[in-house]
């Protein structure tokens, strides 16, 4: 128990730092001499780069956060430290992806980096639920009804194809965490699209 606890304690910080690599804003920086956080959305992520760099810059930025997530459980897999480790890994890279030291702790919404996690855990019903994702988002033309169909997919393929504990666990509880970073970071886009659309206006913002 004791070894276990140590290891989570080791995994956490190394995780955390991991994540907290601000890819977005490092790019725009880097190619437009901008702060990311001062324009359109305000949010360091891939699709506010998408909107106010360049689609290339978006998909760098998603690509770059995704392997962040995937790296760090690949990591914990490889080195077969358990899924206590796997747990506390997986919520210390998306801490450090929506919670960044290195930008006062104000960073994305951590869905590339639980695409990373997710694509090193189960590959297979990553993809399928991916591919549900950008369908629902293309014909909707909205991320978040997209990502929201993503959301619902792995949650579904996970318990419904009778994976551990631990994953699953680690599925609902990230999938909880985006939802709710997402509508922190967004509140009075929604509030105002909510009073202006009525309940489809929760899938109006980014």
Not at 107 to 128: D, F, H, R
């Amino acid at each position: 128990m004791m070894d276990t606890l140590l290891t989570g304690l080791a995994v956490f910080p190394i995780a955390y730092l991991a994540g907290s690599l601000p890819t977005a804003y490092l790019l725009t920086r880097l190619v437009k001499g901008i702060d990311i956080r001062t324009v359109g959305s305000r949010n360091p992520g891939a699709v506010n780069v998408f909107r106010e760099v360049a689609p290339w810059a978006g998909v760098t930025v998603l690509g770059v956060d995704t392997l962040k997530g995937a790296a760090v459980m690949l990591a914990i897999l490889g080195l077969n430290m358990g899924d206590y480790a796997m747990f506390v890994g997986g919520l210390a890279v998306v801490a450090g992806h929506n919670w960044p030291i290195f930008l006062g702790f104000h960073g994305g919404k951590g869905v590339a980096a639980i695409l990373g996690l997710s694509l090193a855990v189960l590959p297979l019903w990553t993809l399928l639920a991916l591919a549900l994702s950008l369908s629902f988002g293309f014909v909707t033309r909205n991320v978040v009804f997209g990502i929201a169909a993503g959301i619902v997919a792995i949650n579904t393929f996970t318990i419904a194809t009778s994976q551990g504990t631990a994953q699953i666990g680690l599925c609902l509880t990230l999938s909880a965490l985006v939802i709710a970073t997402h509508y922190a970071l967004t509140y009075r886009a929604v509030v105002s699209s909510v009073q202006r659309r009525g309940p489809w206006g929760l899938f109006e913002t980014e």
